[in-house]
Structures are given as structure tokens and as C-alpha cells.
């Protein structure tokens, strides 16, 4: 948790300059787009009725007549209370004279919560009661007047951090929710990084911020989208899932570095880590390569990273997509701990263990393994027994745990078999110690790979839950990773294929003549950014070409090249090489604030399943308001019903 103190580092972070660049960014335009210096603190008491913020006075400010508006935090023995705003809290002295009698029974007896305006002066506290861990805690406000500026009812839940509450009591009364210090400090930190970030692309490095349409059409490939109808009957709307086409199209047109806060939408259903509306930095320029966008990327993190975070060391490592799944299991790794998958097939090739021969005699067959450090300390029978329940039902494939150094009574039975030779190689290429465990499977390359990933971070769980640190929370590992196939099999129809970024991203140059022979082989130039496990961006070098853009749409994906006729007359008419990248905003600055959820960095969030608890949206609309949409509600059966709730249900996670 942040206390306050957070909040006044971001606040000093302010204070620095925003800007020292004065080029012109067009020559043409050099008159009106000059960017002179700017030195400037920010001013929190311009324009209002306070002097002061509550967490901004100190020992130098004694003396003063100041005026404070706020929240009462609490009161004690009807002497004291604390007033809180954005800033702060700061101690306030009721009077106890009788000549103040009706400013104290105002101030004893409004509610908790209620919003009051004081004026006074600034006085230190009585010797040994300075509080050395309140900002303010050297000094207090003796009053002279008062005014409640507005009553508070009975609260819901208390605004103090330490109080728990559900989930869904904090979305439906979000107003209460946003005046914890914690909230106040995860929008504030999202407020200063986006104000960076905007320095940097367009006075440092001259993007223009360009707003695109919210309606557009139905976009082929990727994501669901959400539809808006129109009056025009059977014709819908589609909410962009990103600003994909226009960004292109704007580099058609010569804005060469191009940039937006935007928001986008995805019809998605009930995922936990996801919102149906989300922001992102989306960024494109023109005459540009995989290496630009990386370098730009990783300057922009560097700029904008809060000054009370270890600094942004660059470059950023580089993995292929083909290693990170071998050795992580994932195309998103977490690389803040090891328990890396290792292919042992080598070790076994003479094995007498007959189903290890029958997976290796198979063309794809495989043998891997991962090595918990301790395991045998820390992981129990009931543990394994769950692993070994999960791989069963979610990969058919069987998972043996092994025991090369320690002797528990959960230990395999294929460990009796293995050969002493076979012992020392998987001690050697697992570097095993005493009293880790070893979870072995055997089978075709990419389910074992994805396998041993989920139980790789499902063990670092368990352990870190059992005391042993594997993951430091203050550490930001940041990776790329790149050269991901172009193309991956429909699930619903392995025999087609369909984009693994999107339709727009360029095939690898070294790989464009398998498009017309073997286009499942063929990489694309797209590269993701991952941070301690999570994906935080992703982009590619867009297609150029009109002929090769139409060939990949309807020759190899199978789409309707007719919605997407702008975007192939345009790329007919000069378009420039380009390229370009999205980083999610939401996750970003959740991972950075060390949120448990991205709805704790968001204002106002939807529901894990999609709703506004505070407005109950979405909503039923009247029969004769839909009338001019031409269109009607057909309600589903209690059944149907029933299959909606059910598919909104999580799954594919292990329970221990």
C-alpha cells in the first residue's frame, strides 16, 4: 500500500521543467509551434476559496493565516480532528473557549466525511506530540472560523485504506472508493506518466496527437466488437478495438509520426485481467523500423518512468517467440525467476522406461522438465496430486514429479526406474539441489512447453504463498519479444488460418516466398513488450503494398476484401513504409502502482462481468427508443439464459 507520502513524491516530480526544446518541429510552421522552456511548480490553490492544501503545510508556514477546504478523516475527545484533501491530512484544534461555542458544536458534531472550509493559523504542536509519521505532523491549524460546507449521511463502508471491502461495494459507490490515498495515488501517477509521455513524442520528438473516430465499420480478424446501430435499417456502427486502420491511413497522408491516448473497445466477455472499454498509447510512424520503434518505446518508458521507481535500464533484452515459449512455456515470460523449461529428451534416448521410448520414437516427442527450488520443503501431497489432476483434464498429457536428492513418500515411481547415468544428466542440465523437486512430462513439443509454463508460475504461487520470495514486487523486468508466426491455425478449423497479430503486420523479409508455399512458417514483423510477465504492448511494421495486402486478406486469411476497400485504394496511392506499436495504458500503470487489479487503476471501471454497479449499466431501453434503429429484442429462453451465465464463468485455473 502507498501512504501519502506518495502522493508528494509525485507532486515534487511535477516541479521539474517540461520542456527545454525550442526548434521549431515544421519549419513552415516554425512561428506558431515554438516551445519556449517552462519552469513552473504546479499552483494547487489557483482559483479557489483555500490558501492552502492540507498536506502541503509545515514548520515554515508557522505564523500564517491560512484557509483549508476538505474532509473531516476523524475526530479524538471533540479537541482534534483531521482534515483531509488530495494533498493530505493536517490536525486541526477545535476551540474550547465559550466565546467559540457554536464553532465547536459544528465542528464536534458534523458527521465523518462531511466537507468543511477552516481558517486559521498555523501553531506547533505541544512538545511529544509532534506524529513523525504524518507530513504534517509538526505543526496544527488553531481555528477562527468554520463553515460545513456540506453534510455527510451514514457511509457504506469507511474511507480509510486499511478497511476491508468487496470488490463490488467499492465499483458501486466508486465516488467514496476514489478518495483513498490509494486511488488518489494510482490516477495521479497515471495523470503525471501520460503528461510525460505526451512530452516526450510530441515536444521532444514531434508526434502529433490525432483524435480518430469512435464509430467506424466491422473490422475483419481479431477481436470482438461492440455495434451501435444507426437509423439506416440493418446498417451498424462497430466500435474500433484500436485505431489500427487510421493510424495506417494518416501515414498515407504525411503526418509521419502520428500518437494517441485512445480509447478502445472490445467485445471480450467476462476475463478477469480485461475491461470492454480500455486506453492505450497508440503510436505509428513513417520510414521506420522494428529497431526505431524499440529504441522510441524504450526512451519513452525512460521519460515518463516515476522518479520513486528504480530507473528504466535500456536497451531491453530481445527473445525470439520460439524461445520463450521453449523456455517459458509462454510468449509472455516472466524473467524475474528461473524454474525455466529444459528439454531432457537427450538424457533418456537409451532409457528403458517404455513410455519415454514410445514419446521419443514419435516425430514431434519430447521430453521436459522444470526444477522447483525446495520443492520438497515447501510443496506437500495434496499439491502434487492437484498438478498432476490439472495436466490430466487441461492437457491429457501426465506429469511425474521427481526427487533426485530428497526422499518424500509422494515421489515417483519412475524415479526407481531411472538409470544412474539418467540421474546425473538431469542433475547436471537441471542443476538440482538438495531437496528441489523435478516435474517431468513427456510428449509433442508445444504442449509440453505449454504445460510445464502454467506449472511453472502456478508453483512460484504456491511457493511465495509459503514464505519463499521468488518474484520481487520492486523489480520491473522488461523484454521483447519478436519474430512471432504470421499466421497461426483456426482452433475451430486447423486446415485455415487466421492473423496472429492482426491482418496488417509484414511478413519477415527473409520469409515473403513461403507466403506462396508453406505461409505457416512464415514469420511476422511483429514484436511484443512484456513486463514482469505481463503484455504491456504489441506492434509491427505494417504491409505497404496493395497487391501483397490483398493477396494475404483474401488468399491466405479468406476475408471479404470489400471492407477493407479504403485501406487498399489508399495504399495504391504512395503509401510510405510504416510501422508501429500500442501500449495498454491500463496495465502498464497497474503494474507499475503494484495494483491488484487494472480496475483499481481506472476512474471508472466495469465489473468483472462487463457492468456499471454505480449506474447498473448496460441498461434496458424502451421499445418505441429503439423504434428508429429498426430493430427488435428477442429475449433468450431461461435456458439460453443459463448457457450465457455459465460461459461467464472463469476456468483453466488450478485450485490448491
Not at 126 to 140: D, F, H, L, S, V
Not at 286 to 293: E, K, L, M, P, Y
Not at 575 to 585: S, V
Request: neutral net charge.
Amino acid at each position: 500500500m502507498y501512504c501519502r507520502g506518495g502522493l508528494n513524491l509525485l507532486y515534487k516530480g511535477l516541479s521539474r521543467p517540461i520542456g527545454r526544446t525550442t526548434k521549431p518541429v515544421w519549419g513552415s510552421l516554425s512561428r506558431s509551434l515554438v516551445l519556449s522552456p517552462q519552469w513552473r511548480i504546479p499552483e494547487f490553490n489557483s482559483f479557489v476559496a483555500r490558501t492552502n492544501t492540507c498536506g502541503e503545510l509545515r514548520s515554515s508556514h508557522l505564523g500564517q493565516e491560512v484557509t483549508l477546504c476538505g474532509w473531516i478523516q476523524y475526530r479524538r475527545q471533540n479537541i482534534f480532528l483531521v482534515l483531509r484533501d488530495f494533498h493530505g491530512l493536517v490536525q486541526v484544534v477545535i476551540p474550547q473557549e465559550e466565546s467559540a461555542a457554536s464553532l465547536k458544536k459544528m465542528l464536534c458534531e458534523a458527521p465523518v466525511e462531511s466537507v468543511v472550509q477552516v481558517s486559521g493559523t498555523v501553531i506547533s504542536r505541544p512538545p511529544g506530540q509532534e506524529n513523525p509519521k504524518m507530513p504534517t505532523g509538526e505543526i496544527e491549524i488553531k481555528v477562527k472560523t468554520a463553515e460545513l460546507l456540506n453534510s455527510c449521511k451514514k457511509l457504506p463502508f469507511e474511507i480509510k485504506d486499511f478497511v476491508k471491502k468487496t470488490e463490488a461495494l467499492r465499483l458501486q459507490y466508486r465516488y467514496l472508493d476514489l478518495r483513498s490515498s490509494q486511488m488518489q495515488y494510482n490516477l495521479r501517477l497515471r495523470s503525471q506518466m501520460v503528461m510525460k509521455m505526451r512530452e516526450y513524442l510530441c515536444n521532444l520528438h514531434g508526434f502529433v496527437d490525432v483524435e480518430t473516430p469512435t464509430l467506424f465499420k466491422k473490422t475483419p480478424g481479431g477481436a470482438k466488437e461492440f455495434v451501435v446501430p444507426s437509423r439506416e435499417p440493418g446498417k451498424f456502427y462497430s466500435l474500433p478495438q484500436s485505431p489500427q486502420q487510421f493510424k495506417q491511413l494518416l501515414m498515407v497522408g504525411g503526418l509521419d509520426r502520428y500518437f494517441q491516448v485512445a480509447r478502445c473497445y472490445r467485445d471480450e466477455g467476462s476475463r478477469p485481467d480485461r475491461q470492454p472499454e480500455f486506453t492505450q498509447i497508440d503510436i505509428e510512424m513513417s520510414f521506420v523500423d522494428q529497431t526505431g520503434i524499440q529504441s522510441l518505446i524504450e526512451g519513452l518508458l525512460r521519460y515518463s518512468w516515476p522518479k520513486d521507481k528504480d530507473p528504466v535500464v535500456v536497451p531491453f533484452p530481445s527473445m525470439t517467440f520460439a524461445e520463450a515459449v521453449s523456455t517459458y512455456g509462454t510468449d509472455k515470460p516472466d524473467t524475474r525467476f528461473g524454474m525455466k523449461i529444459v528439454d531432457i529428451s537427450d538424457v533418456f534416448r537409451n532409457t528403458k522406461i517404455g513410455f519415454l521410448q514410445d514419446v521419443l520414437s514419435k516425430p514431434q516427442g519430447t521430453i521436459k522438465a522444470i526444477c522447483i527450488p525446495e520443492g520438497a520443503k515447501y510443496l506437500q501431497r495434496k499439491d502434487i496430486e492437484t498438478i498432476r489432476k490439472f495436466a490430466g483434464e487441461q492437457f491429457n498429457q501426465e506429469v511425474l514429479p521427481l526427487l533426485l536428492k530428497a526422499n518424500r513418500n509422494w515421489n515417483s515411481p519412475v524415479a526407481k526406474s531411472i538409470m544412474e547415468e539418467e540421474r546425473l544428466g538431469l542433475i547436471r542440465l537441471l542443476e538440482i539441489q538438495e531437496e528441489d523437486t523435478v516435474l517431468l512430462t513427456a510428449g509433442e513439443h508445444k504442449k509440453t512447453c505449454s504445460l510445464l509454463g502454467k506449472l511453472r508460475l502456478e508453483c512460484a504461487d504456491l511457493l511465495e504463498a509459503r514464505g519463499v520470495v521468488l518474484r520481487d514486487p520492486s523489480l520491473f523486468s522488461f523484454l521483447w519479444v519478436v519474430d512471432f508466426p504470421l499466421f497461426l491455425p483456426k482452433e475451430e478449423n486447423p486446415g485455415e488460418l487466421e492473423s496472429a497479430h492482426h491482418p496488417f503486420t509484414a511478413p519477415h523479409p527473409s520469409d515473403i516466398h513461403l507466403l506462396y508455399t508453406e505461409p505457416e512458417k512464415v514469420r511476422g514483423q511483429h514484436y511484443d513488450l512484456v513486463l514482469n510477465g505481463n503484455e504491456i504492448g504489441g506492434g509491427s511494421i505494417r504491409i505497404h503494398n496493395a497487391e501483397l495486402q490483398h493477396y494475404i486478406l483474401a488468399s491466405l486469411l479468406k476475408e471479404d476484401v470489400k471492407l477493407l476497400s479504403h485501406l487498399l485504394q489508399a495504399l495504391d496511392y504512395g503509401a510510405p513504409p510504416h510501422g508501429g506499436i500500442a501500449l495498454g495504458l491500463d496495465r502498464l500503470i497497474c503494474l507499475v502502482t503494484g495494483a491488484a487489479s487494472i480496475r483499481d487503476v481506472i476512474a471508472f471501471p466495469k465489473s468483472f462481468q462487463g457492468h456499471d454497479l454505480m449506474s447498473n449499466a448496460p441498461d434496458y431501453i424502451p421499445p418505441e427508443d429503439l423504434k428508429p434503429y429498426h430493430i427488435q429484442i428477442s429475449r433468450p429462453t431461461d435456458s439460453e439464459a443459463e448457457k450465457i451465465i455459465e460461459s461467464s464463468s472463469p476456468s483453466g485455473k488450478l485450485s490448491f
